[in-house]
Each structure stands twice: as C-alpha cells, then as structure tokens.
C-alpha cells in the first residue's frame, strides 16, 4: 500500500521551504553585511538606555556650581539666558528635576539650539552648549543615522531588515535535528574550539531572537523610509489624530524640542522655523483623569491671582501640576496662542501636556490614553526600545540582549575567521535546490512590509538572473 501510494505522487515535487546549504548562504551574507552595523547598535544602545544618569553625571559640577538662595524670577533667567547668544529666540525652557539645579534654557538661532544653563540665583551664564553636539543628541543619530542624516536612516533601516532575514534564517538553522539541551538549548560551555563558538553564536541568538524583534519593529517609526511611508499612510486614512512625539528620520533639533518633530507640512530648509500646529485655546473641557483634582485645582488657583503673566505664570503652574520628569516649557506660537506643558519622559505611557493661557489657566491636558491606537502602540514600544517600559527589569532585559548580540555576533565573526581561508571569503556554496513556495510567500510578504528589503531582494533576484551567467562563465574560463 505505501509503495503504491508512493509511486502514485508525480515526479516533480516543489519544495516548501530550502534546504540547508541555502539557509547557510543566505544566512552568511546577510550576516557578513550586518555584522558590523549590529556592533554599533548594541553599543550605543548600551549607552542610551542609561541616557538620564550619564547626563547627569555629564552636568555635575555645573550643578554644583550653583549658589545658594531664592530664585531669581523665570522669565529673568530666560532673559540672561537670550542675552548669551545673540540674535536667538526662546524656544523652551527644561524645569529642574532637583532643588538646586542650573537651569536649562533651550535658545534657537537659525537652524541651531544652545542649551544656555542659568545660575537661578545669580542669573550668570554657567555654560553654554550646541544641542547637537550633547551627549544624548550624539548617541542618539549615532544609533539610528550614523551621524550622516537621512542616508545614514536609510542604511540603518535597511540593516534592521536583514537582520529580521538573519533571525530567520537563523532560527531554522538553528531547530533541533537530535534530542538534548546541549547545543539547543544550553551552549555547551566546556567544549573547546568550533563547538564552543557555535553555541555561543546559535544558542546565544536564539535566546534572544524574540526581544530582538520587538526591538527592530519598534525602531522602524524612527526610520526615514518606513516611518515616512507609515505616517503618509496614517494621515491618509485620517486616524493619526495627533502629533507624534517621536523622530522621523532627520529633522530640525528645534522641532524636536518644540513637540512637533513629524508635523506635516514642516520647512526642513535650514534657518527655516518649524510651521507648528496652533493650539486650540477655546477648548472648554479639561482631562481631569491625567492627574488629581487637587493638582488641577491648586493649577487653575494659581492662574487665577493677580501676578504677571507669561513664563512666570505658566511655570507656576507647570509647577504645581508636577508632570513626570523632564518637563519643557514652550511658549506660543503666534500672539493670543497658548503656552505648552509638557513632560519629556522616557516612558512614554506616562507622558502628559498640558494647554496654559498666557495667565496660568489650564485649558486643556491630553494624556497618553486619549491619543490613538497606532500612537499608543508605538508608544509602548518606543519605551520598551528605550528600556524605560516596566522599569529596572527592562533595562536589564535590553542591557542582556545587547550584551548576548555582541557575543553572538563576535563568535559568528570567530566561526567564519577559523575557516576562512587567507584571500578567500570561503561563502557557503550555492544549493542546486529551488527556494521553495513557502519561503518566497514569507519573503514576498516580508518585502511588502520592509520597501528597503523588498527593493534589495528584487535587486539581488535580477542580479542573479542576468548578471550571474557571465560571472559563472568568466569563472570557467579562468
């Protein structure tokens, strides 16, 4: 019976998936692109989850410069602070997180912003610094644009879908052919040589191919490409009812710091201003479940009494209201507009801004939960990104996945030097085996949702079609 059923089934059989000698190839050249790209990543990843306390620890001794005694009014510490860089204009002002503090005045001149830090009690400029060029702003275009920008996003973006093709390949690699945790599940710690950089690379990754995606997904709205094309969509479809608080690509440090970095419609041109959105200040209802009524009541007190308006007024109450940290305070756009409170933490499920009048008055708070769905889910994972989602335990988590890559990576970068040959890349040969329906299904629709992995495998397929005949040929005649 199962011979007949077997001589029954027609000669030509397409494969669903390729074999293993393809697995390989595809797995070594995309690794060999990615590798070094997934280095930097890892490291300064490493770097920004601990952003805050490095800044911190950046700014110490201007903080303890400060002198001692009541503070000199805000709006006069802005004053010195547009004093210290001519021709500027107040873009925002960052509130202390501690008691004696320098204050941080973000002041806008052209295309650029210097952070001036204020003396609050003698009004002295204690330093003053190019937004740009701080450590975090450093780390954080060193991660997603390679310093160089849009192209540097594009070419990040594109890493960040190959390794998606490296996790893949490497997982199926990776399943278990024979029983046992060793070489599986558990590297095998006292073996020595081959075997010792092969779990350590294939263990390694798999433990961490899960956190691994859910990282680069949620890095891909900072992408240019992507993340472009995603929020094209969503305005299209009319669901993106709020401004984004993240990064596209390269955009104005200025509009960074105004809350509005992905505006549509932005001048990207130097020197330009951003064209932000004008508030609504005619909003009767205020969101009293962003934080206690007694906050809000002691708020709206506060813009009720008779004091001057403007900064003075607006950081009372932004005071009051006591926003998780870093807060910035942004002034109106035009003449009549309102002013803008809002809290800059990394955590982006506690974020909160607020609409102030010029008196202090609390128009309007949003909080996270009123912003739409495809915001709130890439808020989460931003944060997650970030390590700053639940805690201690997701910096942790990220610090091991990052520690794991580099380790992973090293020992694949050990495994191919070993047997690589002097001059010789020594690739894994090409399978005679066609790729089979269900991996170009899987490609298909991975090319589909990545552009920048679609367009290079169309190109890798075209190249191969045309170009790989005469390669064969010049190699048989050589």
């Known amino acids: 019976m199962t011979r007949l059923f077997r001589s029954s089934r027609p000669a030509f059989h397409r494969p669903v998936w ?31 989850l601990f952003k805050p306390q490095i800044e911190t620890w950046l700014d110490r001794d201007i903080d303890r410069a400060v002198a001692e005694g009541p503070p000199r009014s805000v709006s006069a510490q802005r004053d010195a602070a547009l004093s210290a860089v001519p021709g500027g204009h107040f873009l925002a002002l960052e509130m202390p997180a501690r008691k004696r503090q320098a204050t941080r005045v973000l002041v806008a001149h052209g295309a650029d912003v210097t952070r001036v830090y204020i003396d609050p009690v003698t009004l002295r400029v204690m330093a003053r610094r190019d937004e740009q060029t701080r450590f975090e702003r450093l780390v954080f275009r060193l991660h997603g644009q390679l310093l160089i920008g849009n192209p540097g996003s594009a070419i990040m973006e594109m890493v960040a879908s190959w390794t998606l093709v490296l996790i893949v390949t490497g997982l199926m690699l990776w399943w278990p052919r024979r029983p046992g945790v060793g070489g599986t599940v558990l590297p095998r710690l006292g073996a020595k040589g081959r075997v010792f950089w092969r779990d350590l690379h294939a263990v390694g990754g798999m433990w961490i ?68 959105p004008r508030p609504a200040i005619s909003r ?20 009720a009494a008779m004091r001057p308006e403007g900064l003075d007024a ?3 109450t932004a005071r009051h209201l006591a926003f998780p940290a870093p807060v910035l305070v942004t002034p109106p756009v035009g003449e009549g507009e309102a002013w803008h409170i809002r809290s800059d933490t990394q955590n982006r499920p506690e974020r909160i801004e607020a609409s102030v009048t010029a008196q202090g008055q609390v128009i309007h708070i949003t909080r996270f939960a009123e912003k739409s769905l ?26 091991c996945v990052a520690l794991l890559l580099t ?27 066609r790729i089979g329906w269900g991996a170009l299904a899987v490609m298909g629709v991975m ?5 920048e992995l679609g367009i290079s495998l169309l190109l890798l397929a075209l190249a191969g079609r045309f170009l790989g005949p005469r390669f064969s040929a010049l190699r048989q005649k050589g």
């Open 18 to 48: 390729p074999d293993r000698a393809m697995l390989w190839r595809w797995h070594f050249f995309a690794g060999l692109f990615c590798l070094p790209f997934v280095i930097v990543l890892c490291v300064t990843g490493s770097l920004y």
């Open 209 to 276: 191919s899960l956190a691994l995606i859910l990282f680069l997904v949620s890095g891909l709205p900072w992408s240019f490409v992507w993340g472009s094309s995603f929020s094209a969509v969503e305005r299209r479809i009319g669901r993106l009812v709020s401004v984004q608080d993240w990064e596209i690509g390269a955009v104005p440090i200025a509009a960074t710091l105004s809350g509005h970095a992905t505006m549509p419609g932005m001048d990207m041109e130097a020197g330009a201003q951003p064209a932000l």
């Open 284 to 303: 009767p209802a205020i969101s009293r479940s962003v934080i206690s009524r007694a906050a809000i009541s002691r708020a709206e007190m506060s813009g």
């Open 314 to 316: 607006v950081y009372e």
């Open 374 to 399: 495809t915001d709130r889910l890439i808020g989460y994972g931003v944060a997650f990104h970030e390590g700053h989602l639940f805690g201690v335990l997701n910096l942790f988590l990220n610090l």
């Open 407 to 433: 380790l992973a990576s090293m020992a694949a970068l050990m495994l191919w030097l070993r047997r690589r040959r002097p001059g010789h890349l020594d690739a894994p040969g090409a399978s005679p085996r």
């Open 447 to 451: 090319g589909g949702l990545l552009p």
